[in-house]
């Protein structure tokens, strides 16, 4: 039974995923429980069976889970998924309800959708094959008990180590090819879980032998030997980790195939199970070890059989990949290897990973044909076979695509951050909820305050409204498709540089809309462009269109000065704070912003002998100069004064969101290769002319 811990009492954050990764036989007999018509069958969730998981401080321990302590849903309703898959949503395979606790078990009907997905699973389950559960939870208070100690919970007593989880949440419930829990099946009667069927109340001799040797009295009844077989399981998962057992037999081990042959009841089931488990990870040779054990001690259980098997598995992991250190035994491999295999990608492309993943430098020099195998041997799918043939299987069945979307991601972000865009600098920017329009009101100041004499009356104050600013956010975007071809050339360069160019398009996309306010000079909500010298006042008239100069840049600054509020009652003096203008007037620019005298009103001054000693007023910091070359397209010679930032342009984002995102478009996502897709979602919009300034040059 593979179990979810997704949070602990004494940790300061939700820990790593966790799991009981030893499995168990399927039951060949269907379940009697099952419900053609609902498309259900009931199902043990868990029960108070110890078993091994891994803990985070201590490594591989026992856990007890006691049913008292299930905070179950209101709702009586878990998910149900397969194989506890948990990333996507065809990963939903139904959902298991009327879960409740019947003495030392939970249990619960599970019911399967009738979307394609959950069909395979139905059918095993009505066939017979697939019988085992696994469910997910959260630890949220449990006892430690140490090695050697023995503690009384819930009137119960337990000898450590071992965990005890005292209070702990069900999150889910997979239908699993082979669970840790033996009893966690789908339920084939209504009986109590370990209570014999009618065909073990007969006790193979050699079983009741050993009883005997155990301590059974010879002259116990057949109910009585059965109770006391029960009598020493339960001894033995009460202290799982403690080494002792019952007495057992001093006898030779007898012949491995002769008690697979003669054994039945309880015996032959565990003798089925251990067979199942090492033929499924190819340990047959622990099969004398398991099945038969040691002369004079009692047969191997179940349990000990997983934790062999387990143990051997590590072994020979290690042993295939010397020295890769990133997946640990116990804990999530699939999330481990991911992170791992995200960062030694990103390493690759040259990247900047201030902190690798455990295994990422043991993974980054895989190539991405490589990274495809080990991506299909994670996921337990054939990883064999020709190299076209495999990476298709691994572009289409396992996590390689979004590994490969994780260091596009990377890219796509890294290059966004390095971009270099001027609008930043004196655009305001907002946020939208949705695509539709907005308005943007505003309202004039008060009247003046007025002297109030004696005894008179104070009166109410009036304001007007300006006819409200339109905008809203529009959707830009483009797609890239990574292709079989490039993960077969190994080309880096192509994951990494098209999310790249995606991201500098979506920058320049923005920094296009935020200056297409000021060359589009659109109508704003009092019907007159942004720019216009009858009404708005703020276009340079004749007379006054040349290069910056001390007389022209005087005349922007007076007029913005002496604008008036919405209703015409004050001059508002508003200061402008940045000059922008094309590349083209850069160097002219810079030379009178730089020049601390002038020689004339009209002409740009140098530091040479021939100048005047007259002050140049604006050289220096007095504006933020920014140079845009989007500007040279609308006119070479045109220049802007602009007010504080946030009184000019605003641009805004859907949600806030100023980055651009990325998508897997599942319609692109065949053997052949998938498509991403880049989109950012931005608008923008002039605030109030009073705080803008044109003047169109020579």
Known sequence: MKIETLS??????????????????????????????????????STENPATVYDYDRGRISEVLLMDGAQLPESRQLVLLDAHSRYETQDV?????EIRVEGGKMVGRAFFSTAPEAESAWTKTREGHLTDYSVGYRVDESVWIPEGQTSTISGRTFSGPLQVSTKWTPRELSAVPIGADAAAKARTDNQPIN?????????????????????????????????????????????????TAPATMQSAAPDLDKIRTEATGKERDRIREIDALLTKYECQELARELIVGDPGKEPPTVADAQRKVLDSLQTKSAKQNPGFGGVVMGADEKDKFRAAANDALALRAGMEIKTPAQGAQDLRGYTLVEMARECLRMAGINHHGGTKEMVGRALTSSDFPNILANLATKSMQQSWESVSETWQTWCGIGSVSDFKTYYDNALSEHDDLEEVPDSGEIKFGS????????YKAASYAKKFRITRVMILNDDMGALT???????????????????????????????HEIFDATDHANDAISGYTSAPGVTNIAEAIRAMGVQKDISGKRRLNIRPVFFLAPKALEGVSEVFFKSERFSDNSTVATDSSFASTRANPYSGSYFTRIYEPRLDDADASGWYLMGPKGRTVKVVFLNGQQ??????????????????????????YATDYRAMYRNHGE
Do not use: C, H
């Not at 996502?669 to 950012?680: D, P, S």
């Open 659 to 684: 980055a651009p995102t990325m998508e897997m478009r599942q319609p692109g996502f065949t053997i052949e290769g998938f498509e991403y897709l880049v989109a950012i979602d931005a608008g923008a």
């Open 497 to 527: 540089a098209m999310p790249a160019r995606r991201a500098e398009a979506a920058a320049r996309k923005v920094g296009d809309v935020a200056y297409a306010v000021l060359t589009g000079n659109g109508a704003m909500g009092d019907g």
């Open 195 to 243: 209570q014999p069927n009618k065909e073990e109340k007969i006790m193979d001799p050699k079983l009741r032998s050993f009883l005997e040797r155990s301590g059974m009295s010879k002259t116990a009844t057949e109910a009585e030997a059965w109770l006391f077989l029960e009598t020493i399981g339960k001894r033995e998962e009460a202290a799982p980790a403690t080494g």
């Open 8 to 45: 602990r009492r004494d940790a300061p954050a939700p820990p790593e995923m966790n799991y009981r990764s030893a499995p168990f036989s399927v039951r060949a007999d269907g379940p009697t429980t099952l419900d053609e018509k609902s498309r259900s069958v009931e199902v043990v969730l």
């Open 93 to 97: 395979i139904g959902s298991v309800r």
């Open 463 to 470: 304001y007007s409204e300006k006819t409200p600013e339109t």
